[in-house]
């Protein structure tokens, strides 16, 4: 049974299930994105669309698609949409990411946003269940698949954005840069000044010249453990 959270004071709310819960990765990649200029992006392996949803509440030019294989996931989605009324403003279809030319005509988007599985098949433990075991480990799609079918579906000169595990930015790096994706925009996730990444947040651009730019790391809490001015300006707290 799904239950409304309220994700901040006049901000969406949002439907959720025990398979497809918010996590801060989520909050903070929406964060991250720069949606000026961008008229229709999609958001690969939507799950229940809180980040979709956290996109358009930000930029009323957008129309979002996410793309889902689980029916369950999906069916949230969109009851999350016209629950905050961007049911006009978006869509959500049922399919594997592996089927993306089938699904999707190339260049049909400007932007591209994804918070893929962090695990490489054959590590850790996963999950009974298939769907959770899936969205943890890249089961279903490698990320040299990603990046291929993210290359696909962007225009030239559009944009890519992911949030992913710092022990995995090299290989992130590289099958973008294999996939015609430049990596343009680079920034760290830290609990405090005192603790190594927790997550890295990167930006490529298809067909995009060398260059990178490293943002300043993201800190969530002070060093007195109390939030950060900056989680609270993420968080409308």
């Known amino acids: 049974m799904a239950d409304i959270e309220l994700?901040?004071?006049?901000?969406?709310?949002?439907?959720?299930?025990a398979h497809f819960r918010l996590g801060t990765d989520c909050v903070l990649l929406a964060d991250f994105v720069h949606t000026a200029g961008a008229k229709r992006g999609i958001d690969l392996g939507c799950a229940s669309g809180a980040l979709m949803m956290l996109?358009?509440?930000?930029?009323p030019n957008l129309h979002m698609t996410g793309l889902e294989i689980v029916p369950e996931a999906a069916?949230?989605?969109?009851?999350?949409?016209?629950?905050n009324g961007f049911d006009t403003r978006g869509e959500v279809v049922i399919g594997d990411i592996r089927d993306h030319r089938a699904l999707f005509r190339a260049g049909s988007f400007d932007l591209v946003v994804c918070n893929p599985p962090y695990f490489p098949q054959g590590s850790g433990i996963l999950p009974q269940d298939a769907d959770r075991a899936a969205a943890r480990s890249?089961?279903?799609?490698?990320?040299?698949?990603?990046?291929?079918?993210t290359?696909?579906?962007?225009?030239?000169?559009?944009r890519v954005c992911f949030v992913?595990?710092?022990?995995?930015?090299?290989?992130?790096?590289?099958?973008m840069t294999a996939a015609g994706l430049e990596p343009k925009r680079l920034r760290l996730v830290c609990r405090d000044a005192s603790a190594a990444p927790s997550?890295?947040?990167?930006?490529?651009?298809?067909?995009?010249?060398?260059?990178?730019?490293?943002?300043?790391?993201?800190?969530?809490?002070?060093p007195d453990g109390s939030e950060s001015a900056e989680y609270k300006r993420i968080y409308h707290r």
């Open 7 to 17: 994700l901040w004071p006049g901000g969406p709310r949002l439907m959720q299930a």
């Open 55 to 59: 996109l358009l509440e930000r930029a």
């Open 75 to 83: 069916f949230l989605a969109r009851e999350n949409m016209a629950l």
């Open 138 to 149: 890249e089961l279903l799609c490698t990320l040299p698949a990603l990046c291929a079918a």
């Open 151 to 158: 290359a696909y579906l962007l225009r030239t000169g559009g």
């Open 164 to 175: 992913h595990r710092p022990e995995r930015l090299s290989e992130l790096l590289v099958c």
């Open 199 to 222: 997550l890295v947040l990167a930006e490529g651009r298809r067909g995009g010249r060398p260059g990178i730019t490293i943002e300043p790391s993201l800190y969530l809490y002070d």
